[in-house]
């Protein structure tokens, strides 16, 4: 902090400044620290994730605004999982002296987009010239009432387990994309613009209706994998029930990552559709340790195998 | 967030995940975002600072204990510079592959040694391959009762401007690292191990001595233009009475950076020393937008020429 003059990246800064203050964000950029209002009773929740060129995108396979929306939806996504309601976001981001501004600018635009759309302003953050290529690290500040989150831990024997919107779309673009084929956004919509399930996050907060949670986006074996090492059990999941993507296959949604949909485990009933988007029975909570895969009336173990970074 | 297992860091993880939740921090490492608890009537602050290899930090002239030690400082530094107190801290670190384990465990070292000393636990993070030199971006959260940060907005004409500690040392220090000359860090602590002045911080704060504050960390001149610009003043800085570092020309002093150490407006006493820290009166708030530098009975216009990453 704070974003220095030094690096003219006109294409955040211009739309940034405009009053980004309010309500929960009384200082933003501009100042030392950020300073930031919590709601009475509540706790901060606070995740950060890079995106990195070549690790998590590419500037040849990604637009700058793709870039962008997802760097962000990284974060709320792990505000979501806690059941939380995002405050504010904060970009440390490093450019190559020869980005050229367009796609500064493209950057920008697609993080910002889904800003508003989350009303999340973006309230400071890091800049420098990159050594290498781009560098973004987003910071999103949430908040929960008091006690409230929800946990990866919380899961007990006889919880069902459900999954929101569909999986392995992302994989499926990646290998499309590793194939040389010519990927459209509209055939990938999940790769290319993930949504984070904040309104479903927190509305099961708000009934009581996950007794843990996570995102998806290392794969479902291994954020599934996460539930069960934190709440100490096991977990049987019904491959014939996992919503798959349209292009997805069944080891895209299972080991696949970037899906940012939300996956939980429930003791109550827990309606099919939420702020409309689908949820899914895929499984149940079992005792012991074990994660078994359920498929064509035969027992596989399902051993943790996520996603790993392109490189 | 989280710090996944697919990398080893164990020198990182190690040292961190031994049982650091507690009052403040709720949920720490290992949940997909941390959870923490303000202090009653608190406000929080963010502020995030990246070290990139070969722009903050050359591993050639920078010991690992050292990067992380100094990356860490950049956070505190800034939570001073509010008068605040930090909460926690969260590391965002991508390593190239074949770095060896050593460099990782000093730079945990240096990093963790700091936190501990203030009582900062290490909250979350993200981990990556870095496709290029290493990567870190700290985030610091702290907080402070509300509505009372000190802000670069406030000084007023008539206030005295004063300096915490001594100017210069670690742009000389660069200077002798560029001219390969052999540093030792005895020589210039200054810039191998600068102190975030958090304490005289939250006294400042405490006793309302400052009207307005910022840390030197882009040279006096640039940091002592924020608080100008956004306090609508001017100021006057007498040359003789700017404290400078044993081995610090006026030059370093004016335009070098990274010192960490607080500038301030008051209208009150100072006092000369605070909590151990030297406190020195260099100049004053004017009317106008202008600085001026007075040397030797003359007065020139002091421009903001503010360190320059090395590149």
Redesign the interface.
């Known amino acids: ?1 704070p974003m ?1 003059e ?1 690096l003219l990246i006109e294409g955040v800064r211009s739309r940034v400044l405009r009053g980004r203050t309010g309500r929960r964000v ?2 933003g950029i ?9 709601p009475k009773g509540h ?8 995106s ?5 995108f590419r500037r040849d396979w990604h637009g700058p605004e793709v870039v962008g929306h997802r760097c962000l939806t990284r974060g709320l996504s ?2 979501a ?2 059941g ?1 309601d995002p405050v ?1 976001a ?1 970009l ?1 981001l ?1 450019l190559p002296a020869k980005l050229p501004q367009k796609w500064v600018d493209g950057f920008a635009e697609g993080l910002l987009d889904l800003a508003n759309e989350f009303d999340v302003p973006l ?4 800049t ?6 781009i ?1 973004a ?1 987003i ?1 999103v ?2 908040s ?1 009432p ?1 006690g409230k ?1 929800v ?2 831990a919380g899961a007990k024997a006889g919880d069902w387990i459900y999954v929101t919107g569909i999986l392995g779309g992302s994989a499926a673009a990646i290998e499309a994309l590793r194939r040389g084929k010519r990927v459209s956004r509209k055939d990938y919509p999940e790769h290319f613009h993930p949504m984070p399930r904040i309104a479903v996050g927190r509305l099961l907060r708000e009934r009581g209706l996950a007794s843990a ?3 998806v986006s ?1 794969g479902l074996s291994t954020d599934l994998g996460h539930i069960c090492e ?1 709440s100490g059990v096991g977990a049987e999941i019904e491959a014939g029930a996992i919503p798959l993507a349209r292009k997805a296959t069944l080891g895209n949604a299972l080991h696949g990552g970037d899906d940012y949909e939300l996956l939980f485990a429930s003791r109550g009933r827990v309606p099919a559709q939420i702020q409309g988007v689908a949820v899914t029975r895929i499984g149940r909570v079992v005792r012991g340790r074990k994660m078994t895969l359920l498929r064509g009336g035969r027992r596989f173990e399902l051993k943790a195998k ?1 996603w ?2 392109f ?1």
Chains 1, 2 share one sequence.
């Open positions: 902090m220095p030094r009384r200082v501009g100042d030392d620290c950020a300073v930031l209002r919590l706790e901060a929740l606070v995740t950060t994730d890079f990195l060129e070549g690790v998590h792990d505000i999982a806690m939380g504010a904060f440390s490093a309230a400071g953050g890091d420098a010239q990159s050594p290498g290529g560098l690290d910071v500040m949430g929960v008091t989150a946990l990866r949670m996570i995102d290392d934190e996520g790993q970074h490189g």
